[in-house]
């Protein structure tokens, strides 16, 4: 449905957005992510034409939207700030773009009143907006960005603002809404656990391009890159170099570790001698004082250097042989006991060899 091709945008010397190519389906919640610089606003601005790129050409339903004003597209954006009207109630602001639109009053009262539903506000219709909380007023502004139907809505951080509970409950609401309104969402975000929760796919951005385009599950599990394995959730990365290729897996050698399996993405074209990264969730990891030997596993003798407890979990950071340091999560799920080890702690830690994954 839209489709960005070789995009580029570039400030002075500087290079924000380097041939960016992107291809969002009808319906999808869409996710650009990158941490701050990466180039996410600038390319939401040239989506809803606030700005014009340099380079490359912008699709929208098959046709160039490249040379239309913002008005001209039927793409709404709503901020992290809310940019709602205050001398204007709830139904006021909703019914802004209906009335400039020229839209009949009773059609207008109608159409408020079904966005409000949606939004789950309709008992606010004649507030105003520092009568409302934060949450509450970015409902308002997403119900009067959805009202006249755009193809497609672009949100820029709109949770920021927000406190990390109510951050949660609107996550959860903008699910159900996308899904209410089957409207295309491109949501900008540099915050990874909100880009896992709510989108259908990801665009990871790094320094004005695109590192990976997936689903959340397969960002995570299978990174293509030392970037993308880094900046989603928390990962072990080891250097690594690859010693022989099989069918199912590689042979790598880990300087203090040894030689060991692990595997890769098919789309991963890695060859003897080539330097790579295994990288390592914290949850993959089995973690006691002695383990039973796995077929199929990595395992390490090692010692508790630092821990972290997080509540649900505790991070364990292990020293293994020469120096090499390896992040393990626990949970914390035993009653009345809140951690198995201390620092100093003699461990055994294993992992299979489909949890050590290899990037380039
Ligand atoms: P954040 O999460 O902090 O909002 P972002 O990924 O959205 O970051 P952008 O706002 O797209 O980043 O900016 C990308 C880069 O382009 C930044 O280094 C920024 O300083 C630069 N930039 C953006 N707009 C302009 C401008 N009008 N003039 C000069 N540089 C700009």
């Known amino acids: 449905m839209l489709e960005i091709i070789d995009v580029s945008r570039r400030f002075g010397d500087f290079v924000a957005l380097n041939k960016v190519n992107l291809h969002i389906q009808s319906g999808e919640f869409f996710t650009l992510l990158g941490p701050s610089g990466c180039g996410k606003t600038t390319l939401l601005r040239l989506i809803a034409g606030f700005d014009q790129a340099d380079q490359g050409e912008i699709l929208l339903d098959g046709k160039s939207i490249t040379a239309l004003t913002p008005e001209q597209r039927p793409i709404h954006t709503v901020f992290q700030s809310y940019a709602l009207f205050p001398h204007m109630t709830v139904a006021e602001n909703i019914g802004f773009p209906l009335r400039m639109a020229n839209i009949a009053k009773p059609d207008i009262d ?5 966005i409000l539903e949606d939004v789950r506000l309709p008992d606010k219709i004649n507030h105003y907006p520092d009568e409302l909380s934060g949450g509450q007023k970015q409902r308002i502004a997403i119900a009067r960005a959805l009202v006249n139907r755009p193809r497609l809505l672009l949100l820029d951080e709109p949770l920021s603002a927000l406190d990390a509970k109510l951050r949660e409950q609107m996550q959860i609401e903008l699910i159900n809404l996308q899904k209410e309104v089957g409207i295309t969402f491109v949501y900008v975000t540099h915050d990874q656990g909100e880009a896992l929760a709510l989108s259908h796919r990801i665009a990871v951005m790094n320094k004005g391009e695109i ?48 030689e060991l399996d692990a595997c890769t993405n098919p789309e991963i074209t890695l060859s003897p ?11 993959k990891i089995r973690l006691a004082a002695q383990l039973d030997a796995a077929a199929g596993e990595a395992q390490f003798n090692g010692r508790v250097h630092d821990m972290l407890y997080l509540g649900d979990v505790t991070v364990y950071i292990i020293e293994l042989a020469n120096g090499v340091l390896i992040e393990a999560m626990l949970a914390n799920d035993a009653p009345g006991r809140t951690r198995l080890f201390d620092s100093g702690d003699a461990v055994q830690i294993a992992w299979r060899t489909d949890a050590g994954h290899l990037v380039p």
């Open 110 to 114: 109608l159409m408020v009143r079904s």
């Open 211 to 258: 590192s990976q385009i997936d689903e959340p599950s397969i960002l995570y599990s299978c990174p293509d890159n030392r970037f993308v394995a880094d900046f989603i959730g928390h990962c072990n990365l080891l250097d690594a170099t690859v010693i022989s290729v099989g069918d199912q897996n590689l042979r790598i050698s880990i300087q203090g570790l040894g």
């Open 273 to 283: 001698g080539d330097s790579c990264a295994l990288t390592l969730r914290p949850e």
